[in-house]
């Protein structure tokens, strides 16, 4: 195999600083060179919707110190310079400024960008019937909606925005929602437009292999923008969260450094909504729900079941039993469910089992 002695990483977010970090612990001893768009270096950005919203001085969670990428991890950071083409055969990539770079490995971690629209027409006040629809079953949605509203949230289901009027929102069921801040929240896109220059079919995010290889010599793709298969899904998808965009680019970083690890840990993301610590793991959909605990409390867990694999569980307030519900599913492990309904049965004895 040749060396490998230049790797490049589009993208300086969470997944990018987490892969050039791996790199270095993997010993790679060769230059790393990391191209961020925004003018910041990588920073971890949930809090953006939490803390940062509580408290505007709140501080910011850099990954490092600003200083360590240069000083400690000997890697030529770039911010405020998008990777605007790429070129597989002499694997070069350029920047807006005309800058070239060559890389023996590219990882492409360029995320997500919200979704945008050029008038409010088809933004969701919530097209689906129920809060929270493409991850959580109906009895979970009920218990967040019921908090929501217990603050004082008015919700329209089913609707969508038909226009934006001088003070709000007109409705498609013709209701208009007076309004001095209008946040549209209707999801995010892969930034995937630099991997078409790499032959690479994009649409629904960057096909990625276990190994986070995409079908571009040299290229590996980890993040929110990779798409990748999901065993407990059984189909492939993008994985917009934290704990992906830090292990999944661990992993590749890895296998970039000549290593040879799968990644197949399944989905799991946390959201703090009131005082609801919500916590998902694999796919909640398309499945059997079995309940441990009581649902009309503040804690609780809800298993997804296809016979009796579990292959996705949530818990509210119920941090001790996700920890053991994420193991399962990353075994696609096999339970009674009336062992998951009884919250004297211990869950740890289905793990020696398993
Ligand atoms: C407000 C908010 C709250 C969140 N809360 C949670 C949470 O509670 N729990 C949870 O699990 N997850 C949460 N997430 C999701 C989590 O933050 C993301 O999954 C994670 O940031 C993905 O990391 P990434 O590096 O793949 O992408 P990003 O963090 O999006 O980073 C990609 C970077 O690449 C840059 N880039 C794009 N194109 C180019 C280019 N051509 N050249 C150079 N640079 C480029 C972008 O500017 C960006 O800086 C939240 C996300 C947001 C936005």
């Given at each position: ?240 969260t934290w704990a992906n965009a830090q292990n999944q680019a661990i992993c590749v970083a890895g296998n970039m450094a ?21 916590q998902v793991v694999g796919d909640m959909l398309n499945a059997d729900h079995v309940v441990r605990g009581d649902c ?44 998951i309904e009884s919250t004297a049965y211990d869950l740890r004895q289905a793990l020696k089992t398993n």
């Amino acid at each position: 195999m040749p060396s490998i002695e230049k790797i490049v990483i589009a993208g300086a977010g969470q997944a990018g600083g987490r892969a050039a970090e791996a790199l270095r612990s993997a010993g790679f001893r060769g230059s790393i060179t990391m191209i961020g768009e925004e003018k910041h270096p990588p920073y971890e950005r949930p809090q953006l919707s939490k803390e940062l919203l509580a408290t505007l001085d709140a501080p910011v969670a850099y990954l490092k110190p600003a200083s360590d990428w240069t000083g400690v991890l000997d890697v030529t950071m770039i911010t405020g310079a998008a990777v605007v083409a790429c070129d597989a055969e002499r694997q070069t990539v350029a920047t807006g400024d005309g800058e070239i770079f060559g890389y023996d490995r590219l990882l492409l971690a360029t995320g997500t960008q919200p979704r945008r629209i050029k008038t409010l027409e088809g933004a969701g006040v919530e097209n689906q019937e129920r809060l929270l629809a493409r991850a959580f079953p109906g009895l979970v949605s009920e218990v967040v909606e019921a908090r929501h509203r217990n603050h004082g949230v008015r919700f329209e289901f089913g609707v969508t925005v038909a226009a934006g009027t001088t003070n709000g929102v007109r409705l498609t069921n013709g209701a208009e929602l007076k309004a001095d801040i209008v946040l549209v929240g209707i999801g995010v896109e892969p930034t995937d437009a630099i991997a078409r220059d790499l032959g690479l079919s994009a649409d629904a995010g960057i096909e990625v292999d276990a190994f986070g290889r995409t079908a571009a010599p040299n290229v590996f793709s980890a993040g929110d923008v990779a798409l990748q298969w999901s065993k407990c899904h059984d189909r492939a998808i993008r994985v917009e969260t934290w704990a992906n965009a830090q292990n999944q680019a661990i992993c590749v970083a890895g296998n970039m450094a000549g290593g040879n690890r799968e990644y197949d840990d399944p989905p799991w993301f946390w959201s703090d909504q009131y005082d609801l610590n919500i916590q998902v793991v694999g796919d909640m959909l398309n499945a059997d729900h079995v309940v441990r605990g009581d649902c009309q409390s503040d804690r609780f867990s809800v298993a997804a079941m296809r016979g009796n694999e579990i292959v996705g569980a949530i818990s509210i307030n119920a941090a001790k039993d996700m920890a053991m519900f994420r193991r399962l599913v990353a075994r696609q492990s096999r339970l009674n469910r009336s062992d998951i309904e009884s919250t004297a049965y211990d869950l740890r004895q289905a793990l020696k089992t398993n």
